[in-house]
């Protein structure tokens, strides 16, 4: 499968994954067992206190990786995420410190097959041996009655990376929140919903702009959200690679 991911992604510049593709292709990677904890630990998130648009529909967590030429990844101490205003327009051009992903999950067998599974496929991509910069955010986007959740509150736009990954964790009572993918110049030219569990969109960041449609309660009495982990893969040099220990 992941010979297929490569040339869809090569081809196209994304690629949509289906819950059970994907489930399949993490379980070859390495075991889900925490996957039940994993996903409950988006109910600990706390809310981004960096939207300039003031809203409060956001809650996240953040976590930093690095991956070496030979495959190695390691999680790096805490640091601050940055954008600039040309990928973030709306948040961009600060530093902004958010809370940590879990130590245990945050390196447990989950996430250690979805960073794996990242590595081999966008390594492939990369075609020469590579070292990677990865960071991992847990988002929820909460939807209210009159208070739509924007998944992507900078609207269509690159993340400054080399690759994306967006794995839906969990959607509960809301319609929409369609990824649009596309680019500035033809706008966009492809959607998909990611529904169910494990669901994902990969995309090269480099060539294509992506966005999400708001999220609204399908029951305006019961909480609603959309739960995602967005991982990200920047090249770097073999230099930034260190042992967790130095």
């Known amino acids: 499968m992941l010979d297929e991911l490569e040339h869809a992604i090569a081809s196209h510049g994304y690629a949509f994954v289906p819950a059970s593709v994907m489930r399949r ?18 109910n600990d998130l706390p809310v981004d206190a960096y939207m300039a648009d003031h809203g409060r529909y ?33 948040n961009g051009g600060i530093e902004r410190w ?17 960073l794996a599974f990242c590595r081999n496929l966008f390594s492939r991509l990369a075609v ?16 209210a009655v009159g208070v739509s959740g924007l998944p992507t509150p900078e609207g269509m736009h ?19 929140g369609t990824t649009m993918i596309g680019t500035t110049a033809g ?7 990611l529904t169910e ?4 969109a990969l995309v090269d960041d480099r060539r294509l702009y ?5 999220v609204e309660p399908l029951d305006p009495a019961a909480p609603a959200y959309r739960d995602v982990l967005v991982v990200t893969f920047r090249r770097t040099t073999g230099a930034a690679f260190m042992p967790s220990g130095a």
Request: charged share 25%.
């Open 25 to 42: 292709e993490l379980e070859h990677c390495g075991g889900l067992e925490d996957w039940p904890a994993f996903a409950d630990s988006w």
């Open 210 to 214: 992506h966005g999400v449609t708001p």
């Open 158 to 176: 690159r993340d400054g990376v080399d690759h994306v990954l967006v794995l839906l964790v969990r959607r509960c009572n809301i319609n929409s």
């Open 197 to 200: 569990p494990f669901d994902a």
């Open 187 to 193: 706008g966009f030219f492809s959607s998909f919903t």
């Open 98 to 114: 958010f809370e940590p992903i879990d130590a245990q999950l945050g390196y447990g067998p989950s996430m250690r097959a979805i």
């Open 58 to 90: 956001r809650r996240r967590r953040h976590a930093v990786y690095a991956a070496d030429a030979r495959g190695s990844i390691e999680r790096r101490p805490q640091q601050a995420h940055f954008q600039t205003t040309d990928y973030n327009p709306l």
């Open 128 to 143: 020469t041996e590579t070292a990677w910069h990865i960071e991992a955010h847990q988002f929820r986007i909460e939807a």
